[in-house]
């Protein structure tokens, strides 16, 4: 059974950065994508960014391009999204995903599997 475990969430002050870290374990699967996702309470599962795991390909959602950076270590089996210029908005729980398609997809139900999510909280 693949595991994933984020760590690095916290509290932060408006402008500040933090990085998340996404370990990967267990399972045989072929992971294609892996990607960050955050819900906000009383919103959706939104789409942050994701990475091709092999071509190291990334993709962005526009709220955060330019800010977020999401990058993986193929020997370490760890994703990270460094998160610059944080603002109150961007406060949620984030959580890390993986999937075995060929093709990317900012959609949450196209991921087979998820971490327990880490809390961000960005103070004004």
């Known amino acids: 059974q693949v595991q994933l475990v984020e760590s690095g969430g916290g509290l932060v002050q408006d402008g500040d950065s933090l990085r998340l870290s996404c370990a990967a374990s267990?399972?045989?699967?072929?992971?294609?994508?892996m990607g960050w996702f955050r819900q906000a309470p009383g919103k959706e599962r939104e789409f942050v960014a994701a990475?091709?795991?092999?071509?190291?390909?990334?993709y962005y959602a526009d709220s955060v391009k330019g800010r977020f950076t999401i990058s993986r270590d193929i020997v370490k089996n760890t994703v990270y999204l460094q998160m610059n210029s944080l603002k109150p908005e961007d406060t949620a729980v984030y959580y890390c995903?993986?999937?075995?398609?060929?093709?990317?997809?900012?959609?949450?139900?196209?991921?087979?599997?998820w971490g327990q999510g880490t809390q961000v909280t960005v103070s004004s």
């Open positions: 995903a993986a999937n075995s398609r060929s093709a990317f997809y900012r959609t949450p139900r196209f991921y087979d599997y």
């Open positions: 267990g399972g045989t699967f072929s992971r294609n994508f």
């Open positions: 990475i091709a795991w092999s071509a190291g390909y990334t």
